[in-house]
Nanobody
Framework: VQLQASGGGLVQAGGSLRLSCAAS????????MGWFRQAPGKEREFVAA????????YYADSVEGRFTISRNNFENTVYLQMDSLKPEDTAVYYC??????????????????WGQGTQVTVSS
């Protein structure tokens, strides 16, 4: 599967952005999808994930209540709506795809497929 992330940009603290990740190449509904982010000098960290049907959703504590992950299996796209953005949300955001079952959906190593990343910068 090939992934293409988009929607990043520069926004003031308290603002919103919506990231998109379009998938192609294989059946999108076969994959669990996740969003991760990597700030300068830090490791890539889990942000949010969604199961194949969208029936289960997971968030990092740092974004719970501010970010919303969703997917449209007809459009082969996963979204990350980011509200009430903070300067500490500044990072490159990556979408990942996983075909595993019953494993830790929050683990970076569970995702063998990655998009190219999109920069999100939140100014104070």
């Amino acid at each position: 599967v090939q992934l293409q992330a988009s929607g990043g940009g520069l926004v003031q603290a308290g603002g919103s952005l919506r990231l998109s990740c379009a998938a192609s190449g294989r059946s999108f509904s076969d994959f669990r999808m996740g969003w991760f982010r990597q700030a300068p000098g830090k490791e890539r960290e889990f942000v949010a994930a969604i199961t194949r049907s969208g029936g289960s959703i997971y968030y990092a504590d740092s974004v719970e209540g501010r970010f919303t992950i969703s997917r449209n299996n007809f459009e082969n796209t996963v979204y990350l709506q980011m509200d009430s953005l903070k300067p500490e949300d500044t990072a490159v955001y990556y979408c990942g795809a996983s075909r595993t079952y019953g494993s830790n959906i929050r683990k970076r190593s569970e995702y063998p497929y990655w998009g190219q990343g999109t920069q999100v910068t939140v100014s104070s």
